[in-house]
């Protein structure tokens, strides 16, 4: 029997994320506050809802792809609650911190429903393709549920754990990023300055122990590599201000915990500084040039 999936948030990544459980023939009821993104979505095979409330009711499952904790946490309360069935599984793949996704899934769980965190790994060109990679956080039964709606959106659907899990996998996750792509300009930086070619840093660094992500697959300078978002200027990818909202997630989430994170908070500095010089809608290995100039 076709399932049918309530969608609210049809932005950057939502957009793409509800076409693709269109197309792999779920019957998607779309809501989102922007009319645009909603006659998007309603192009790409979704009905349109005129409210989150009306998009969740009778779903049997309800995906949420919003900006941050604070959307999530309304929406489920003032919608989500009264409007979704009973029983219904929530599934939120917006990146949001650890400790409001563990509250709404506290309260989504004594109001009968199951809910698991989903964030995503991956960009817009990974959510239109439908290739994202879900970390998801909630009991197995609820994960059980959630998997095949996930892996019509994705190419990985790995279960993290108990609620909060999939959020705690992603920042930590990101901060590793973050502080790796500083990491990695800073190397191919000093590099340069002593002398050295960076294409030929990179055949010896690539195949060595400094080998990362951010220097094999997403090198930070241009001509370098395999062609990254530096090759087209620092535009496309992922946006340096959404890195730094990861990390400014990562930091709370150490403070919460008491871990001591240290490169962490250095690179969340680092990408403060980069957003507050209106560089935040750079990709974010354009983190380089910050460090080239200071
Ligand atoms: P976006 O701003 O493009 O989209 C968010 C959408 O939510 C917007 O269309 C907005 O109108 C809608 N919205 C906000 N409040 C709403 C409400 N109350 N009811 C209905 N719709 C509402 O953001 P995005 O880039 O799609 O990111 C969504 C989430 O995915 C964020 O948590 C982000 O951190 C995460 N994420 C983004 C990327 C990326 O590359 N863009 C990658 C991984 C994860």
Redesign the pocket.
């Known amino acids: 029997m076709t399932q049918t999936i309530g969608f609210?948030?049809?932005?950057?990544?939502?957009?793409g994320m509800a076409a693709n459980l269109a197309a792999k023939g779920f019957a998607v009821r779309a809501?989102?506050?922007?009319a645009d993104?909603l006659a998007r979505a309603v192009a790409a095979g979704c009905v349109a809802a005129g409210s989150?409330a009306e998009a969740a009711a009778g779903a049997d499952a309800v995906v949420t792809?919003?900006?941050?904790g604070a959307?999530v946490a309304?929406?489920y309360r003032e919608s989500l609650f009264a409007g979704a069935r009973a029983g219904a599984l929530l599934i939120d793949?917006?990146?949001?911190d650890v400790a409001t996704a563990r509250q709404v899934a506290g309260e989504a769980a004594d109001k009968g429903f199951a809910a698991v965190d989903a964030?995503?790994?991956?960009?817009?060109a990974a959510?239109n393709a439908g290739t994202l990679t879900f970390m998801v956080g909630g009991s197995d039964a609820a994960f059980s549920r959630a998997q095949p709606i996930l892996a019509a959106m994705g190419k990985a659907v790995i279960h993290a754990g108990d609620s909060g899990a999939g959020q705690a996998a992603k920042v930590a996750n990101n901060m590793l990023l973050g502080a790796s792509m500083v990491a990695t300009a800073e190397a191919f930086l000093l590099a340069q300055k002593l002398g050295l070619d960076a294409q030929r840093f990179f055949d010896i660094a690539s195949v060595s122990s400094g080998q990362c992500w951010s220097m094999t697959s997403y090198c930070p300078l241009p001509g370098v590599g395999p062609e990254t978002p530096a090759d087209r200027d620092y535009h496309g990818g992922?946006?340096a201000a959404?890195m730094l909202?990861?990390l400014r997630l990562s930091q709370q989430a150490a403070a919460d915990v008491g871990a001591d994170t240290p490169m962490g908070a250095r690179a969340t500095e680092l990408y403060e500084a980069f957003a507050a010089a209106g560089q935040g809608g750079l990709d974010f290995s354009a983190i380089i040039k910050a460090l080239k100039q200071g």
């Open positions: 609210i948030g049809l932005g950057n990544m939502g957009g809501f989102d506050l922007s993104a989150a792809m919003l900006p941050a959307h309304s929406v793949c917006s990146t949001i964030p995503v790994s991956g960009g817009i959510a992922f946006a959404l909202k990861d």
